[in-house]
């Protein structure tokens, strides 16, 4: 298997190694601030560390709940629960539908989520209190007004806090956070991002975000990136022009970024869960 020029930067990336210093993991990017959206305050309200930045999920299940086909966006923001939802309503008494927001940070079972929207947490408290055996994913929760923290164990809930040193401040995450822009579902990860925008009643674009060494090794990438969408297949045997067709690729700062209008809504984010999309810098 060959590997590109974009590629070695990748592994630059996570290997911090290629003779230079990487920047601190919470340093600010040198370009601007991203815009505040729902994702970036949604970076904001998760601490930065070790395991929130291996994985980061966002989903506006307000807007999501709008289109017709909603398939592939499966369990983004909320991908460490297991059980369906008719499931958990029986276990604890939680309608996953009636929330409006869903963001995971981490991956299981070192992860933790938080849901925000209209539940009754007294009833969620008592059926989680009288249950023997509960979820995993909900071995621990805290529940307060119209948010809903849950984790495999109790200090990963601690995750979730305003401050310094969030997600938001993050080099790697402001980066992608930046190139997705306002998106309604989101899944982050060191070097590769994939996002759903909703433009309007069954409008949506679907945008990747590949983080390179540098402006200059995101140029080179480009070039490679243009080539693989046209002639190659995922990693799960998907032509690249099914998933992302009549692709438009530009760079953003150190990162290139991918757009795609044609494919069903959500079409990267199923990418994404499967890994293709962290495999796209290489190719055959």
Not at 26 to 38: E, M, Q, V, Y
Not at 220 to 232: S, V, W
């Amino acid at each position: 298997m060959k590997r590109s020029v974009g590629f070695l930067a990748i592994a630059c990336l996570a290997l911090t190694a290629c003779g230079e210093k990487p920047a601190a993991p919470n340093a600010s990017p040198s370009s601007a601030a991203p815009r505040l959206t729902g994702l970036v305050s949604a970076l904001a309200g998760v601490r930065a560390n070790d395991s929130t930045r291996e994985r980061f999920e966002y989903a506006d299940l307000t807007k999501i709940k709008q289109l017709k086909d909603t398939k592939n966006f499966g369990m983004v923001g909320s991908s460490q629960i297991t059980e369906s939802p008719k499931k958990l309503k029986d276990l604890l008494a939680l309608d996953l539908a009636a929330f409006e927001e869903a963001v995971t940070a981490g991956k299981a079972p070192a992860a933790a989520g938080r849901l925000r929207g209209t539940f009754d947490s007294a009833a969620v408290d008592e059926k989680i209190a009288n249950k023997a055996a509960k979820p995993e994913a909900f071995s621990a929760v805290r529940a307060t007004g119209s948010e809903l923290l849950y984790s495999s164990a109790a200090p990963q809930l601690d995750w979730f806090a305003q401050g310094a040193g969030s997600l938001a401040e993050d080099k790697t995450m402001a980066a992608h956070a930046n190139c997705l822009g306002d998106v309604a579902a989101a899944a982050i990860g060191p070097i590769a991002s994939a996002g759903v925008r909703i433009d309007g009643k069954d409008a949506t674009t679907d945008l990747i975000c590949l983080k390179a060494h540098s402006p200059e090794d995101a140029a080179e990438m480009k070039i490679q990136i243009e080539a693989t969408l046209k002639n190659a297949k995922t990693s799960s045997g998907t032509p690249w022009s099914r998933v992302v067709p009549k692709p438009g690729v530009d760079v953003v700062g150190d990162t290139v970024r991918i757009v795609s209008t044609s494919a069903a809504a959500g079409t990267v984010i199923a990418a994404f869960a499967k890994g293709d999309i962290e495999r796209l810098p290489l190719f055959e």
